[in-house]
Each structure stands twice: as structure tokens, then as C-alpha cells.
């Protein structure tokens, strides 16, 4: 009888000695063994049977007596045992243990070919880090999705066009890596799911993706993120928000223009290069309204005020009109009101290591800047200074 889990040995004399356990088990299989037969000599114990934790590293196994569980046969047999009465259920022999055993806590798997994917049995349940590349994948295999311990999934090189709206059921994972796929559009349930709070690096290279949702910018754990390579004609306006976000790859994509609120991000690592940035535009693009509409007004008060709205609570088009509010460089907001221009910025401004933008060694880009009124507009511009 056997019994697959972690253990964690505790010597009851630690705290009398002033010291610790570990506080972390290891991987063991426990057995319920007969005790091995007395010495020439020797008289027989007074028990029936022994518990055997067995494990990678001590694979013959250390006994100790039998007093502990946690499967209701396993309980019964060892209560049996504990007595000194006989057992009626067969018990283990005293052999070492094989490594095939510890197989269910395998915690990692690396898988690059089609003839190497298990299709006729399930992922082992203990994986923290699982591979599947060049496998010909059209779509995410639902039996990933059941893998709660997992902290790195690689599906790079795979011919992946959509990710299921169920994957951020990896409470888990921190690093995902989506390249060299077939991806258009990154989904917006991704944005708003559990990994919010978990995931660090995301790696959407060599995709057709042509722009993130403003969502996007609601995964703040961020640390690493490249998507370099792809058809994106814009970058998320609110990519401000993702304050822990370090190195930042978005090389060989579309981008005309850098978001205003690509200011606000602190890099270590910034690389644009090859992208069809645009020269800034000499005169701005107006569309105040004089007076404020009662929309205008309304959603500058709640989104100053961070009023929480939702789609239970207000309908869904003016949830989408608070969601792409843009930001005055007063720090307010504004809807539909507001004055766009367009100016260069040095990029060692936001990043301590920039790769060149284009071939002539520049390090600045365009990006775009909202003002919520004409004062806020004269009082940042050149023109009037």
C-alpha cells in the first residue's frame, strides 16, 4: 500500500534546541510495509507493520513507525497497524523504490516535435513548466488549462490563430510565450482574468496581430513584453499603467505615432526599431466644444473622481467611451473635447537602453499629446513661450 505526496520529517527536539524545520516537504511515496524479519537473536516488535517514506534522493527509504495518513483505506490500515493487529489489506515489501514512481511529480516537460505530444494521456497534474513547440497546434489544448500548478507555458511555433477565453484559469503562471504563431487579435478575457495578478512576461513575437486592447494595460504584473515582429498600427494609449513593465520589444511593426501616456513608463530596455514613425504634424487637430457637452462633463467627473462604473451599472457604449478617455497633460481627462498634437520625444527619456530607431542613429520618435482646453494647449506648447 502506497501513498504518493509530499512529506516534510519534523523533529518534535527542534524548538527545544531553538531551531526550525525547513517548512517545505519533498517529494515522497509513503508505504505501509511488513517489517523486515527479526535478526538471529532478536525478538519480533510489537508491531504488525511500518511506515516506509521513500524518496528521489533516498530511494531504499527511511522506516518509521506507522501512524499517519491521508486516504481513508490508507487511515484504516494504519490504525490496524498502530493497534499491533493484524491487517487484512496486502501490504508493500520493503524495496527500494523505483524511479518511474516518482513520474506523477514530474514538474516540468519540454516537447518540440508531433511524434513526442501525448494524445493518449493527460498531462502529469504536478507540471510547473510545460513546452510544446514546432507540434503543428492550431489551438490551445484544453487539457493545459486543467495544469493549476503551472508558472511557464511555451506555445511558441505553432500555428495557434486565437487563445481560449478560459486560459486565465492558470491562477499560476507567470511567464507565457505566444511566438511564432498565427495570432490576429490578443482577447480581451485574457486582459481581464486572475492573471492580472500573476503574469510577468508575455511574449507575442512573430504574430499578425494588428492592435492590443485597451485592456491590455490592465495586466500591471508585467515585467517583459515583446512583440516585435507583428502588423501593429498602434500601441494600447493607456501603456502608462503598467508600472512594473521593464523591457519592452516592439520592433518591426507599423507604429506611425507613440501613444501620450508612453511617456509615463520606466524601462531598462526599449527597442522600436523599424517601425514607419511619421514626422511630427505642424499644426494640431482641434475638436473642443464650447460649451462642454453634458456627456463631457459627466464622464471628466467620474473618471477624475474614479468613480467605479460598469457595464451593470451604465450601458456599454459609454463603458467603452470612459474606457478610451484620453489624458490632458494637466492630468485630467477628456472625451470627445479636446486638442490632438503631435511632438518628438527622446527615448533614453523613458528607457536607459534604447536600440536605434532607424538606420541614422536616432533615438527619438513622435508621440501624441491630448489637451483637455486651449489654456492647457498654450501652456505646453512652444509656439507661445
Known sequence: MKLHCEVEVVSRHLPTLGLRNRGKGARAVVSLCQPRPPARGEQAGPHSACLLVSTMKDKRGTRYEANSGSLKGFLSAMRLAHRGCDINTSLSTLTPVKTSEFEKFKTKMVITCKKEYPLGKNFPYSLEHLQTSYCGLIRVDMRMLCLKNLVKLDLSHNHIKKLPATIGDLIQLQELD????????????FCQSTLQKSLRRLDLSKNKIKALPVQFCQLQELTDLKIDDNDLIQLPFKI?????????????????????????????????FG???????????????????????????????RIPYAFHIIPFHLCQDLDTA???????????????????????????TVVLVDNMGGTEAPITSYFCSLVCYINSSDMFK
Do not use: W
Open 240 to 272: 502608462g499603467q503598467l508600472k512594473n513593465l521593464r523591457f519592452l520589444s516592439a520592433a518591426r511593426n507599423k507604429l506611425p505615432v507613440l501613444p501620450s501616456e508612453f511617456k509615463n513608463l520606466s524601462l531598462e530596455y526599449l527597442d522600436l
Open 178 to 189: 505566444l511566438s511564432d504563431n498565427h495570432l490576429e487579435s490578443f482577447s480581451v478575457a
Open 275 to 305: 517601425n514607419t514613425f511619421e514626422q511630427p504634424k505642424a499644426l494640431p487637430v482641434i475638436k473642443l466644444q464650447v460649451p462642454l457637452s453634458l456627456l463631457e462633463l459627466s464622464a471628466r467627473t467620474i473618471l477624475f473622481n
Open 326 to 352: 484620453k489624458t490632458c497633460v494637466c492630468g485630467r481627462f477628456c472625451l470627445k473635447s479636446f486638442i490632438q498634437g503631435t511632438a518628438t520625444m527622446n527615448l533614453h527619456s523613458v528607457a536607459h
